[in-house]
């Protein structure tokens, strides 16, 4: 038997996942979407407000919840957050804008144009045109996912990661761009590198950017 | 790595349970007490000699200045830890004294130990009364590598005998293993369905990239990641993992929520009773 219709606009519907005995994963949907993640850093905000939460981290379409299960079951918190996430969040603040100068002379440029149709000037505008959202801080200190990167720019990972990427190096992968903040390993398309440090161990967040910020890249000589 | 014995050794001093300790992997450090100390070694056997005569483990022990502390060689586990009564003095990052060696923060310089290194006490010595000891029944069983784990997020993604090989199967830990996590061999777990969008990620998940060897993450584990979490290993086995080398043998058995929230406590109450 169909459902009868509902009156009231549907909140989004939120599945919790327990992570262990001491987390949650509160999914609040399963797409790049601004509105989601809208939501998701909504609610990790008003659940850092909680005693029995020890931290709670707003990812692209979700939360994911560290509590103190002596003071809190699962369950509990679980219905706790599906009471919080039908609130309609409060009109977002537009996030801090960070203008990120480019050297676009990185590696996969070329081979990145070329797999895309492209010329390389081309994908140097298309990847300069938008303002991109910070998504989701985490990974590894000072990294930031940013997106959603132009449809045209669009490419599945290296098969192969490089086991080593420079600090500052500018990359592309699927829908979304980033900044490696640490020579660290790396499967995404390099196409140039910066100078602005992301990873600033001397504050507290020890991160540039915040989720909810935006990021503009423009071109420049020497980034 | 192994919360368990880091707190209990801590306590077996009469220190917070948060002071800084040496953790020691696979070989101990040649130590000199520069002064009279109460000292505590828990976790792995390493081995440890005191003089060259064997140290008691879990167990408050009184060392003079010019007393030699060393460790033989790995008996059982995979980490030591060192507590002293005062605490180790170690740089501050972000409200821990940890080393984290992927930034280079924390800890003596942000970098491992090395011979010549001098460490000093973080505060007066709260007790020096020697003899506190942890009973044997109550310390971790490190022999057994059966890991409990509660279904994850994206258990559905396994089928019938992919569920049955996570829980059951044999897996191997890799030599491709750190503190952040342990590449796990033997079975592999295909996963079915879409890119998972990235999310933030605990101690203990067990993710699957595409190639369907499970990786296990351990204490400095990424905080983020866009890969399956099919299990989770349980806050009371975590010492055990945090006990394995590469090479050994590991399996996973599936418990609830509430039973792993019961093991959890059970381990609790026993730092508890060392408090007092």
């Known amino acids: 038997m169909p459902a009868p219709p509902s009156k009231k606009p549907r909140a989004p519907r939120v599945r919790i996942h327990p992570l262990g005995d001491s987390a949650l994963l509160a999914e609040l949907g399963t797409k790049l979407d601004t509105a989601l993640n809208t939501r998701a850093i909504a609610l990790a905000d008003n659940l850092k407000k909680r005693r029995d939460v020890r931290q709670a981290v707003a990812a692209t379409a979700g939360v994911t919840v560290h509590f103190d299960p002596d003071l809190v079951t699962i369950t509990a918190l679980g219905a706790a957050i599906k009471r919080l996430a039908t609130k309609r969040p409060p009109v977002a603040e537009p996030g801090r804008l960070h203008r990120i100068p480019v050297a676009y002379d990185g590696e996969d440029l070329a081979d990145a144009a070329a797999t895309l149709g492209l010329s390389s000037e081309r994908v140097i505008e298309l990847h300069t045109r938008p303002i991109y959202r910070v998504f989701l801080v985490g990974f590894v200190p000072g990294w930031a996912y940013l997106g959603p990167l132009p449809e045209e720019l669009e490419l599945p990972r290296r098969s192969v990661p490089r086991t080593l990427v420079p600090a500052g190096a500018v990359a592309i992968a699927g829908r979304q761009t980033g900044i490696y903040p640490l020579a660290t390993p790396g499967g995404w398309h390099l196409i140039g590198r910066t100078t602005v440090k992301t990873f600033l161990p001397n504050s507290d967040p020890p991160c540039l950017f915040r989720a909810g910020d935006r990021v503009k890249f423009f071109a420049a000589p020497t980034g | ?276």
Request: a neutral charge; aromatic letters at 6%; one cysteine or more.
């Open chain 2, 1 to 276: 790595m192994d919360r368990f014995a880091h707190r209990a050794a801590n306590l077996l001093v009469g220190n917070p349970a948060i002071d800084a300790t040496l953790e020691c992997t696979l070989k101990g450090p040649h130590l000199v007490a520069t002064h009279n100390l109460l000292v505590a070694v828990t976790g792995a056997d390493l081995d440890p000699r005191l003089n060259g005569s064997p140290a008691p483990m879990w167990t408050g022990f009184l060392v003079t200045g010019g007393d030699r502390l060393t460790f033989e060689g790995r008996r059982l586990g995979a980490r030591a830890y060192i507590a002293v009564a005062g605490g180790f003095l170690g740089d501050r990052w972000l409200g821990s004294a940890s080393t984290y060696v992927l930034v280079g923060r924390g800890g003596l310089a942000g970098r491992a130990l090395k011979a010549g290194d001098s460490i000093s006490l973080a505060h007066d010595p709260v007790s020096q009364v020697p003899g506190r000891e942890l009973d044997r029944d109550l310390r971790p069983d490190y022999s057994d590598h059966t890991l409990y784990a509660i279904p994850g997020p994206h258990i559905r993604r396994l089928d019938g005998e992919g569920r049955h090989t996570l829980f059951g199967g044999e897996f191997r830990v890799s030599h491709q293993s750190n503190r952040m996590g342990y590449r796990l061999e033997g079975a592999t777990l295909a996963m079915s369905g879409d890119e998972v969008l990235s999310f933030g990620l605990a101690v203990g998940a067990v993710q699957v990239p595409s190639g369907g060897q499970p990786i296990l993450l351990m204490a400095d584990h990424q905080t983020a990641g866009g890969y399956p979490v099919p299990a989770v290993v349980a806050s009371a086995s975590l010492p055990v993992a945090a006990q394995l080398a590469p090479g050994d043998e590991v399996r996973f058995a599936e418990v609830s929520v509430e039973k792993a929230v019961e093991l959890r406590s059970a381990a609790l109450r026993v730092l508890e009773a060392l408090r007092a």
